[in-house]
């Protein structure tokens, strides 16, 4: 799924800086490979006995009679033992292979050789090189079956009078059992398991396939010298003239110099579990050979040769006669893509990363806790507290009702005939005050009711497990398309909702009132729900603490620019690229659905899925984009304009093809969150805020600063606003989900966005930098900010007399000199060079 667009075919994606990947070499760096010392030594340890094994065994079938009566005389006594064996690796080796050859499995104990070492990997790299479950049961099973199937013959022609090195003790001693039972049809009985095993591990069609290449005669790959150029054979030379040029124009799959293309009807399941790790395709290339077959449906057969074996010679010269042919049979689209999916089924994402499993609830912690603890007494005692002071200023109440929540209780009141909503609004201090309560908020009314709502928080609060509300049915059999799950209600109801309806999220909140944690809680739902094909995460974490958790899921779910470093974000000067990199995304989208023929991204997929999209005219499928940035207000102080102009288009444009924003900040003053970016953010989520002020600029009404912190959150959605108490998910919990997903077969690299050519970091004064017509203060104003190391331009200005424009060019031409850094709003610039000495010899060189 990974793709690096250029979308124009003649344009070249740049390759990667080959530094930022680097080979894998002898020379590991433990904290790169994220992995225990303990860990890679055991791995190292298991791939060196799988080394151990192979030679042993190997030594022993040609020394192994020699050793066995060494063995024998002298078992117990290694030292002497040692001095007499001829196995390659002495006694322990000539053990080794006697116990494992001759006593157990015979030659099939080779099976352990490859098990062992692809262990040894995956323990000490944290990388498959084969599906370890998958190879660990066929393994096991072909060593019992291969040991059983030669014991079988070896007792048949008495090749041995007991144990033999075919089939070793086990398999002799299974096959005496079974042959005096069944004599000779024994072997029925051990194909028969064989059969067995491959029908219910790789399927019906795996068995079908292979009768039909035993019983199917291959093809010549020549053409015969007395060709009668028929219209069969010439359409046969011209689909395979085009599938040379379609794969000339792609990298292969898995960066083979020689690349195969097998028969499309090779049953998946079949060669699945051999697969190497798979390789992130460029330019849709998974999606082109999946897929390939759409816009000629007899190119079947003609897949099975490979690119070295189509020579020109092969294509007769009157191929011109059938091009009419050939365009006729690509324009009957519909039907060509109905028989497509009547022979291959719909096209499934999902199979590039076939064995992924989803995360599990018991990554999740199980918390000892009980029910929110609010006596009848204390309900009957705060609604007599209610109506009490409400009659104090002459307002009746005619019924009264509680409904106990996670964090707060719910009164309802129904007031006497007469009485202002207002006035009752008003007295939201003097109930608190009776109430002795931290603070109170008054729905008046409560949308869909004819009642006034009083929310008091509880003296004892009910913590929200995650486990709780991702185990849930309401979530588990959720078909949103982002299902995201935040919480409980006030009347104890978990609260789950699409984020692609929302379809962009504000949030805000004071620190340390539950922000980071919703933003964890947002995402640890898609993930939960989610396949790596169908959702990619852009993350922005300017605090560069947050989101660093999901670094291990790269490979799986998140999207980054060509070239980058990293794929979480946490430079504020790599912000702007990313998204008007994401901006270009969304207008390629858009050029796809309108080539399409579709409005939304849910009509394009379900094109595609049913192969009526053809992917050699680009055309692909396209995962959900989902992009959260952590602080809003650092990236609003030091690049302004240059991150509110995308994120308002992209909040404008970007939901029809399903890119959505998930914006956190918390300071929600009006120069963050502007009225351009506001207007487009529907959905406003707050956690305790510190103002009436702050509360309206997120919610556009006050309520949010009454909020009790801890998770305790407003949604708004529109015209209705929804208290809810944030699911707590803890950081270990976050780290176990990450590195489920993380240890699992990924994609080569993360998700390529287009790649965006922006300004220099520096600006364009280094470009217009001339040493030559340098201010005459500029080695002056340079030795001042090197001994005081304190990039001011007020520094400049008093100690040079200068004014300040004047001192602000020189700040310019010593950033263009690379004596200090960048600016960084409020902040002094870094001085770059540390001493005198040095700024000596740049100033020389100038």
């Known amino acids: 799924m990974a793709r690096n667009i250029p979308r124009n075919p003649e344009t070249k994606p740049k390759e990667k800086v080959k530094s930022e990947r680097k080979p894998m070499s002898f020379n590991f760096d433990m904290s790169n490979l994220n992995i225990t010392r303990f860990q890679f030594v055991a791995g190292l340890v298991l791939m060196l006995l799988a080394i151990f094994m192979f030679f042993s065994f190997t030594s022993h079938l040609f020394t192994g009679k020699a050793d066995q009566s060494e063995l024998n005389a002298a078992f117990a006594n290694l030292e002497e033992t040692g001095k007499k064996t001829k196995n390659f690796f002495g006694v322990f080796g000539a053990k080794l292979a006697d116990l494992l050859v001759l006593r157990y499995f015979g030659i099939s104990s080779y099976w352990l050789v490859p098990l062992t070492f692809v262990m040894g990997f995956r323990i000490s790299f944290k990388k498959e090189l084969l599906p370890l479950e998958s190879f660990t049961w066929q393994a096991l099973f072909y060593m019992l079956w291969g040991s059983s199937f030669m014991g079988f013959w070896v007792l048949l022609f008495h090749i041995a009078d007991n144990w033999s090195d075919l089939c070793g003790g086990v398999g002799y001693h299974l096959n005496e059992y079974l042959y005096n039972l069944l004599g000779g049809f024994s072997i029925l009985l051990i194909l028969f398991v064989l059969i067995s095993f491959i029908a219910l591990f790789y399927g019906t069609e795996g068995i079908i396939h292979w009768i039909e290449r035993i019983t199917t005669p291959k093809e010549p790959k020549d053409l015969p010298d007395d060709h009668d150029n028929s219209t069969d054979d010439i359409a046969k030379a011209k689909n395979i003239q ?4 379609d794969l000339d124009e792609i990298q292969p799959l898995h960066d083979e110099d020689d690349m195969v293309i097998r028969e499309d009807n090779i049953d998946e399941e079949v060669i699945r579990p051999f697969l190497p790790p798979v390789v992130t395709p460029k330019i849709n290339d998974t999606a082109k050979v999946a897929n390939s077959i759409n816009t000629v449906p007899t190119l079947k057969k003609e897949l099975s040769l490979t690119i070295e074996n189509v020579m020109e010679d092969d294509i007769p010269e009157n191929i011109d006669e059938t091009e009419d042919e050939i365009k006729q049979l690509a324009s009957q689209k519909d039907e060509a893509s109905d028989e497509l999916v009547k022979k291959f089924g719909l096209y499934d994402p999902m199979l590039d990363l076939p064995h992924y499993q989803l995360p599990t609830l018991d990554l999740m912690k199980d918390y000892d806790m009980g029910k929110a603890q609010v006596s009848q007494e204390e309900l009957k005692a705060n609604s007599n507290k209610i109506v009490d002071t409400l009659g104090h200023y002459g307002i009746g109440i005619a019924d009264i009702k509680a409904t106990i929540g996670p964090t707060v209780t719910l009164y309802e009141i129904i007031p006497d005939a007469g009485v202002r909503i207002s006035k009752i609004k008003n007295l939201e201090d003097d109930i608190a005050l009776s109430l002795a309560a931290l603070g109170i908020r008054i729905i008046a009314p409560i949308p869909g009711k004819g009642t006034i709502g ?75 729900k989610k396949h790596p094909s169908q959702l990619k995460f852009v993350l922005v974490d300017p605090k560069k603490v947050e989101l660093t958790l999901f670094n291990k899921i790269e490979r799986h779910f998140l999207a980054m620019l060509p070239n980058s470093a990293e794929a979480i974000i946490t430079d504020t000067k790599k912000v702007v690229n990313t998204l008007n990199s994401l901006c270009i995304e969304m207008d390629n989208r858009y050029n796809l659905l309108k080539d399409a023929g579709c409005r939304n991204l849910k009509e394009y997929n379900a094109k595609f899925v049913n192969r009526r999209l053809n992917p050699d005219k680009g055309h692909y499928y396209m995962p959900y984009i989902v992009l959260v940035i952590d602080e809003l207000a650092d990236l609003m102080m030091t690049a302004g304009k240059e991150v509110e102009q995308p994120i308002a288009r992209l909040a404008q444009l970007a939901r029809a093809i399903g890119i959505h924003l998930v914006i956190a900040t918390q300071r929600p003053s009006v120069n963050v969150i502007t009225g351009t970016i506001k207007a487009n953010f529907p959905a406003r989520l707050s956690f305790k805020v510190t103002s009436k002020i702050d509360s309206r600029t997120i919610l556009d009404t006050g309520g949010a600063e009454q909020l009790v912190g801890m998770g305790d959150m407003l949604l708004s959605t529109g015209s209705d606003i929804i208290r809810l108490q944030c699911a707590f998910v803890d950081t270990p919990e976050v780290e176990d989900v990450c590195e489920f997903i993380g240890n699992q077969q990924g994609y080569e690299s993360a998700y390529m966005l287009p790649e965006f050519e922006g300004d220099s970091d520096g600006g364009n004064e280094k470009s217009d930098f001339d040493p030559k017509n340098r201010d005459q203060y500029f080695d002056e104003a340079a030795r001042l900010i090197v001994t005081h190391q304190q990039g001011s331009t007020s520094l400049i200005q008093r100690r040079l007399k200068l004014g300040y424009n004047r001192a602000g060019r020189l700040i310019d031409q010593l950033e263009a000199a690379g004596i200090v850094g960048q600016f960084e709003g409020s902040k002094a610039r870094e001085v770059l060079v540390k001493d005198l000495d040095t700024l000596e010899r740049m100033l020389k060189e100038l």
């Open 242 to 245: 085009r599938v040379r040029q």
């Open 454 to 528: 009083i929310e008091v928080p509880n003296k004892n609060r009910e913590m929200v497990p995650v486990k709780m509300v991702i185990g849930s049915e309401k979530f588990q059999k959720s078909t949103a398309d982002l299902p995201i799950v935040l919480g409980k209600t006030i009347s104890n109801d978990i609260f789950m909702t699409d984020l692609a309806k929302m379809p962009h999220l504000l949030m805000a909140g004071a620190t340390g009132q539950g922000k980071s944690v919703g933003l964890n809680m947002i995402l640890t739902s898609l993930l939960y």
